[in-house]
């Protein structure tokens, strides 16, 4: 029996983004009756979004996120064992970077089962494209510690990795105004911050500047989805 595919959807990274999906992969979910989702709610609302007419009674639906026991990948995949197409979508952004797809991806290949990424919109490589750091040598570093003492000790190395390498980091969007504070208390005055906001959506904001420059200015991103880049001189 020839197996299906895992198809990598990627998700809008908000409600009200203008990314066009195109019509070729609108296509391909709405023949796909199995998803693994990251979490339920918002897969659901993306495909209600992309495919309106589709059905969501007719959905079949697992859920992978950082919770979901490593027992389980093989199952989520019996439909594609048996032939089925598949289709795998991160609750934003594209599945398996800064999420938890890779871990079902990496458990395809052991079942031999043919992987198919989609083109889509990713916060990550958005945030370094409108930057102007390092496109060449880049790091995305996740989430930085809470402890403030870690926090200060991983801030001061990174911008010391910097030098070589654009930085990337991220928050919990409800901390993002401490980790701005952190930022400018323990960065060099010289060193360049990106702050990329929003992106995609109408409240998009992007900007890069030296810190002496961000702390002229009084800025909040609370709760908002951001992704931060430093890079030094």
Known sequence: MVKGKLYLIPNLLGISSTHDIPNYQKEIIDKIQH?????EKPGRAFIKKICPKKSQS???VSTLNKRTSSDYLRDFLKPCIKGLD???IS???CPGIADPGSSIVNEAYHLNIKVTPLVGPSSIFL???ASG?????????GYLPIDKASRKD???KLEKNSLLSTQIFMETPYRNDNLLNDLLKYLKESTKLCIACDITLSTEFIKTDTITN???ENYSFNKRPTIFLIQSE
């Open 35 to 39: 998803f693994i989702f990251e979490n």
């Open 58 to 60: 007719e959905l079949i």
């Open 86 to 88: 598949m289709g795998l």
């Open 91 to 93: 609750d934003a952004g």
């Open 127 to 129: 945030a370094l494209m």
């Open 133 to 141: 750091m390092n496109g060449q040598e880049f790091k995305f570093n």
């Open 154 to 156: 991983i801030i001061k």
């Open 214 to 216: 961000w702390k002229k």
